[in-house]
C-alpha cells in the first residue's frame, strides 16, 4: 500500500489502531490466521495438495472460532493436527507422514527473520509509528 498512500503509513496504522481501541468491542474482533498454501518440501514441492482442499482448513478455522476444533499451542501461536480429531480433516488425501509433519511444523528460525524483516519495515515510519495502546490485547480462542 506504500505506493498508494498520501500520507506517512505510521500515521495510517496509528488512525485504525484508535478507532479499534475506542469504538471496538473485543468480542468482535476479525480472529486472524496465517496460513502457507505455498509452503515447500526440500525437492520444491507443494505440501498442501491444492486449492481445491483449501476448504477443509477453512472448515477447521471456522470450528476454532466457534470453540470445537483443537490447536496445539507453538511459538507462533496455534497449529491444527492433520487427521486428528478436532483437527483438520485429512480424509482421502494423499498426505505422507513426512509431509504431514513438514505441514505442521514451525520454523523458529524462519520465524525470527520474518521478525527481523517486519523491524525493518516499521522502522522507515519513523516517530509516526504507533505506541501500542494497553486495551489492544491479544485474546486467544
Same mark, same amino acid.
Given at each position: 500500500?506504500? &505506493?498508494?498512500?498520501?500520507?506517512?503509513?505510521?500515521?495510517?496504522?496509528?488512525?485504525?489502531?484508535?478507532?479499534?481501541?475506542?469504538?471496538?468491542?473485543?468480542?468482535?474482533?476479525?480472529?486472524?490466521?496465517?496460513?502457507?498454501?505455498?509452503?515447500?518440501?526440500?525437492?520444491?514441492?507443494?505440501?498442501? &495438495?491444492?486449492?481445491?482442499?483449501?476448504?477443509?482448513?477453512?472448515?477447521?478455522?471456522?470450528?476454532?472460532? /466457534?470453540?470445537?476444533?483443537?490447536?496445539?499451542?507453538?511459538?507462533?501461536?496455534?497449529? &491444527?493436527?492433520?487427521?486428528?480429531?478436532?483437527?483438520?480433516?485429512?480424509?482421502?488425501?494423499?498426505?505422507? /507422514?513426512?509431509?504431514?509433519?513438514?505441514?505442521?511444523?514451525?520454523?523458529?528460525?524462519?520465524?525470527?527473520?520474518?521478525?527481523?524483516?517486519?523491524?525493518?519495515?516499521?522502522?522507515?515510519?519513523?516517530?509516526?509509528? &504507533?505506541?501500542?495502546?494497553?486495551?489492544?490485547?491479544?485474546?486467544?480462542?
Amino acid at each position: 500500500m506504500l &505506493p498508494f498512500c498520501g500520507y506517512n503509513m505510521g500515521d495510517y496504522f496509528g488512525h485504525w489502531l484508535k478507532v479499534g481501541a475506542a469504538s471496538t468491542n473485543k468480542s468482535k474482533l476479525p480472529k486472524i490466521f496465517h496460513v502457507n498454501w505455498f509452503r515447500q518440501n526440500g525437492q520444491k514441492q507443494f505440501l498442501w &495438495p491444492g486449492y481445491g482442499e483449501n476448504s477443509r482448513v477453512l472448515k477447521w478455522m471456522f470450528e476454532r472460532i /466457534d470453540g470445537t476444533a483443537t490447536a496445539e499451542t507453538t511459538p507462533i501461536g496455534y497449529v &491444527p493436527q492433520l487427521g486428528a480429531e478436532g483437527g483438520i480433516d485429512t480424509t482421502g488425501l494423499d498426505i505422507s /507422514d513426512e509431509q504431514g509433519q513438514l505441514l505442521q511444523s514451525v520454523d523458529v528460525k524462519g520465524w525470527l527473520g520474518e521478525v527481523e524483516e517486519a523491524k525493518q519495515y516499521f522502522a522507515q515510519f519513523g516517530d509516526h509509528l &504507533p505506541e501500542v495502546y494497553p486495551s489492544m490485547l491479544m485474546v486467544s480462542y
